[in-house]
């Protein structure tokens, strides 16, 4: 199936639960305006991948609301995460849209790189280090305006530059309030 190298949003569920998941997800999406939503599960357990029409971003922001409202929906996805670009698990892709995706943080703004590796055998330091000398920009791990979020599948990698709260975490959410 294309979905694994066209994914934009990152699902993590308990073991067991991927295809139960992957059902809400495409649901919950078509409840928030998504009429061609589409996910599958891969080969690492307790992963999803989905691919949405609307701006991830937008989507996250979508299905927080209506977990606010309805939280009874979330019964198997635990946190969704939003992706811009999916490229080849190797140091050159990766390093070249992180020069590209440098534009979308502002002059001013601090940032932080997070890598969650799973099935790879690339170094996360590696990983960081090429990244952050491609990026003129200020470094703030504590507390940073955006989020230089790495995730490697395998031989794919979804990057995105988000703001801490971009990420939808279930059991946060329903706890925060």
């Known amino acids: 199936m294309k979905i694994m190298e066209e994914f934009n949003l990152l699902i993590a569920t308990s073991r067991g639960n991927e295809r139960a998941a992957a059902m809400e997800t495409v649901a919950l999406l078509r409840g928030v305006g998504d009429s061609a939503a589409r ?101 703030k791990l504590e507390n940073p305006d955006k989020v230089v979020l790495i995730e490697i599948l395998g031989h794919i990698a979804g990057i995105s530059v988000i703001r801490p709260r971009d990420v939808l975490s279930v059991l946060k959410e329903r706890f925060s309030d």
């Open 39 to 139: 996910a599958d599960r891969i080969s690492i357990v307790g992963l999803v991948v989905a691919q949405t029409i609307l701006c991830p971003s937008d989507a996250i922001q979508k299905l927080r609301s209506l977990l606010k409202t309805k939280p009874e929906l979330f019964r198997y996805i635990l946190k969704i995460t939003p992706l811009d670009w999916v490229v080849p698990t190797d140091m050159e892709s990766i390093k070249s849209v992180c020069q590209e995706m440098a534009t979308h943080l502002g002059k001013d703004e601090t940032f932080r790189i997070t890598v969650n590796k799973r099935h790879s055998q690339l170094l996360s330091s590696e990983i960081i280090e090429v990244v952050a000398a491609s990026i003129d920009r200020r470094v």
